[in-house]
């Protein structure tokens, strides 16, 4: 069954104080791994794409890495406005040719100031 | 502006009730599909479409039509709403079989079914 996976559920760091969120996933013929942030009310926003195992992806503080079996969300030196739920997801073949989305149920990060 | 519409943003309903959420994509996308995100569950694709009269069901269709007669627009339709689907619903739309088919998502439809 595919499946992904997001640990841990909450983090709270301190400004400055750089971590990792991470995603693993089991999906048989995997087309893409994908990153989004998401605000309280709204809708999620893309991040990265990554296709395949030792690609990585860099945007300001964040830093996205995969390998065959997880993805890494490096936030180096996160400020307040990094505070936000990330959402990991994969996209799998569907049915008859078609592909679908999974999405891991997320890393709710809180940064102090 | 490059966005997805979703209308309405809250509706409160009863049991039973026919409803339709509209949701429109203005980027010339294929591909569009509906979510629901529940507390614990996180997003769960409901329905997608890869374009004009092709749709097929995500990992929880149950109790939802849609139809894509356009390509711009995806309504989700629940003939005879109950309780249980009372949650978040976000529309999303992406480009199809390129690098990078990152999704754009609507702003939300919080729905409540007494």
């Known amino acids: 069954e595919d499946q992904v996976t997001q640990s841990p559920e909450a983090l709270r760091l301190q400004e400055g104080e750089s971590s990792s969120l991470n995603c693993s996933y089991t999906?048989?013929?995997?087309?893409?791994l994908f990153w989004y942030r998401q605000d309280p009310g709204k809708g999620p926003e893309f991040l990265f794409t990554?296709?395949?195992a030792g690609e990585e992806k860099e945007k300001e503080r964040l830093k996205a890495t995969l390998t065959k079996k997880e993805s890494f969300l490096h936030i180096t030196a996160p400020k307040p406005e990094d505070s936000a739920t990330y959402l990991c997801?994969?996209?799998?073949?569907?049915?008859?040719?078609?592909?679908?989305?999974?999405f891991g149920t997320g890393t709710r990060l809180k940064v102090l100031a | 502006e490059a966005q997805v519409t979703q209308n309405p943003r809250y509706l409160i309903t009863v049991t039973g009730k026919k409803l339709t959420v509209t949701c429109s994509q203005n980027?010339?996308?294929?591909?569009m599909s509906w979510y629901r995100q529940d507390p614990g569950l996180g997003l769960r694709q409901i329905y997608y479409?890869?374009?004009?009269?092709?749709?097929d069901k995500g990992d929880v269709p149950e109790g939802y039509k849609v139809s894509r007669k356009e390509k711009r627009n995806f309504p989700l339709i629940l003939e005879s709403p109950s309780p249980n689907q009372t949650s978040l619903y976000f529309c999303?739309?992406?480009?199809?079989?390129?690098?990078?088919?990152?999704?754009?998502f609507g702003q939300g439809t919080r729905l409540t079914v007494v």
């Open positions: 999303a739309s992406s480009l199809q079989g390129l690098p990078d088919t990152e999704a754009f």
């Open positions: 980027m010339n996308h294929e591909y």
């Open positions: 997801a994969v996209q799998a073949p569907g049915a008859s040719g078609t592909y679908k989305y999974i």
């Open positions: 990554l296709y395949s």
């Open positions: 999906v048989s013929g995997l087309r893409g």
């Open positions: 479409s890869m374009n004009v009269e092709v749709t």
